[in-house]
């Protein structure tokens, strides 16, 4: 096969989570975190009527939900019945994070496919959808290179066809106790932030990256399961617009980023959202009996110029770092990707 066109990302549009019960998850999102409205959709078969999980047809119902949250889009994806790469996770790894989705320039689908097949990776599952089929979308597992699996669509967001929405009422307004007002960071868990931050370079043209060394000396804080702890990691950051990817390597200590990788294995570790009090914040969400598994404050103790708080939220079946960012992190970047020429 000749070596085909290079694609160029231009955003990552959407983040998903693979659930059982679509409608439950979507009540709670709405509910604990103030994130909606939704818009809930049946999607599969028979409205893909090309519908393909691993180069086999297959017919699969499937009941989604999505809502733009700041950024990116966020939806939540349930199968009804058949086999797909939605049921084979939940299979693997439980109900959580699934995948990103990437925009291209040019929204040519079958270049992306083309190219991505060169590279390695053969879509894992793909169709059209929408009025005469016009809308087309791909999966590729990039876990081994990129960590995660990867979507692409020349679908770029709005309302699905025939969506209802949830809260119903127009005017509804949400109980949640913390309002999320937009995500914007998707983290995901590596051993080798260096090499990854690499891959995507090369891969996606995603970057530059700032790499940078992290933990207690830049944290005066730090707790690891509600308890004083010690430990360090590097991390990536490179921005797409107001989102931000995050690249995390546990190097030592105790930390929920080794954990994860110990019983899931690399991959998308959490979802980030701002807030103006971090303390308040942590505070609601532990009335609420979700647990911190991982904080700290950076800057001066003084001032609390910024800090950070991770929570286990099973009902959203995903974990949430609420972060009071300061004007400039307290450490400058030790290496970028690609290097500046």
Known sequence: MAKPEKIKVTSVQQVCIVVKDTMKAVEAFWNILGIGPWNVFTFGSPKVADLKYRGKRVYVPSLGAVTQCGPIELELFQDVDGKSVYTEWIEEQGEGLHHLKFLTDDMDIDKVDRYMEWLGFPNIQCGHFGPELKN???????????????????????????????????????????????????????????????????????????????????????????????????????????????????????????????????????????????????????????????????????????GFNYFDIPPLHCIFEPVHKPKSLPIEPIAIIPPKK
């Open 136 to 306: 087309q979308f791909s999966y590729y597992d990039t876990r081994k290179a990129l960590k995660c699996i990867w979507e692409t669509s020349n679908r770029s967001g709005g309302k699905p066809p025939g969506a209802v929405q949830y809260p119903s009422e127009p005017n509804a307004v949400s109980p949640a106790k913390v309002k999320v007002k937009g995500l914007k960071q998707v983290g995901i868990v590596v051993k080798d932030v260096i090499r990854t931050a690499e891959n995507y370079w090369d891969i996606l043209g995603i970057g530059p990256w700032e790499i940078r060394d992290w933990g207690n000396r830049v944290l005066w804080d730090r707790t690891y399961m509600g308890k004083p702890a010690w430990g360090r990691e590097r991390l990536a950051h490179a921005y797409l617009g107001d989102l931000e990817l995050e690249l995390l390597q546990p190097v030592e200590g105790d930390s929920i980023y080794a954990d994860w990788i110990e019983e899931h294995g690399e991959g998308l570790h959490h979802l980030k959202f701002l807030c103006d009090d971090i303390d308040a914040t942590s505070q609601a969400l532990a009335e609420q009996g979700f647990q911190s598994i991982q904080s700290g404050h950076f800057g001066d103790p003084a001032k609390k110029e910024g």
